[in-house]
């Protein structure tokens, strides 16, 4: 089955300590993004990757970092968590313009 | 400045009714306009697309209509059941770059019995 996984898909952590939010497609798309989803501004966009090696910054990137040493596998990275980071994440990955989301991961930072 | 706005925020009809979902946008130059629908707790899944030359498109009870003259899209959802409760996110992609996707901030609708 075509698919996005992230995990973990619930999380809570306090501030400062390191977290990873992992995410895999099994479609072999080259463009992957992550989003962030809070109430009333709807999906921003973190960061996205062309292809393997190959990321750029989004609309909100202060805060996180990205990896791309495989096609498959988009890591998303909080080095030192703070609350204004609490809010709903997807991973995407994108074929002639559709994006497949996964099935998001929440994360609260205390 | 590039933006997608939805209307309403939310919405709230019986089950069996009709309803319709606007979203204007001002991106230029425009590539396509998509419709998302997003189930409590899931991601965001496709509906339908519309490019510049569409005016209509209808996938099951889901109508979409765009007039890129007005930069106005609507989707129509007839009969409408329960298991349409969900947030409806409107995507406009940018023809000039390929990354740039605008994202409305969605109409959440919930389908009562």
């Known amino acids: 089955e075509a698919q996005v996984t992230q995990n973990p898909r619930y999380l809570i952590t306090v501030t400062g300590k390191k977290l990873t939010v992992t995410c895999s497609q099994n479609m072999n798309h080259e463009y992957m993004s992550w989003y962030r989803q809070d109430p009333g501004l709807g999906l921003r966009q973190i960061y996205y990757?062309?292809?393997?090696?190959?990321?750029d910054k989004g609309d909100v990137p202060e805060g996180y970092k990205v990896s791309r040493k495989e096609k498959r596998n988009f890591p998303l990275i909080l080095e030192s968590p703070s609350p204004n980071q609490t809010s709903l994440y997807f991973c995407?990955?994108?074929?002639?313009?559709?994006?497949?989301f996964g099935e998001g991961s929440r994360l609260t930072v205390l | 400045k590039n933006q997608v706005e939805q209307s309403p925020q939310s919405l709230i009809i019986l089950e069996g009714k009709n309803c319709t979902l606007q979203?204007?946008?001002?991106?230029?130059?425009?590539?396509?306009l998509r419709w998302y629908k997003q189930d409590t707790g899931r991601g965001p899944v496709s509906l339908t697309i519309m490019t510049f030359s569409e005016n209509t498109k209808s996938n099951r009870r889901y109508t979409a209509t765009l007039d890129a003259d007005t930069k106005q899209s609507s989707l129509h959802i007839t009969a409408s059941q329960l298991s349409d409760s969900a947030s409806y996110i409107c995507v406009v992609k940018f023809s000039g770059g390929y990354n740039k996707l605008i994202f409305g901030a969605g109409t959440r609708l919930a389908v009562h019995p």
């Open positions: 995407a990955s994108r074929d002639l313009g559709e994006l497949f």
């Open positions: 979203c204007n946008y001002t991106v230029s130059p425009f590539s396509n």
């Open positions: 990757s062309m292809n393997v090696e190959v990321t």
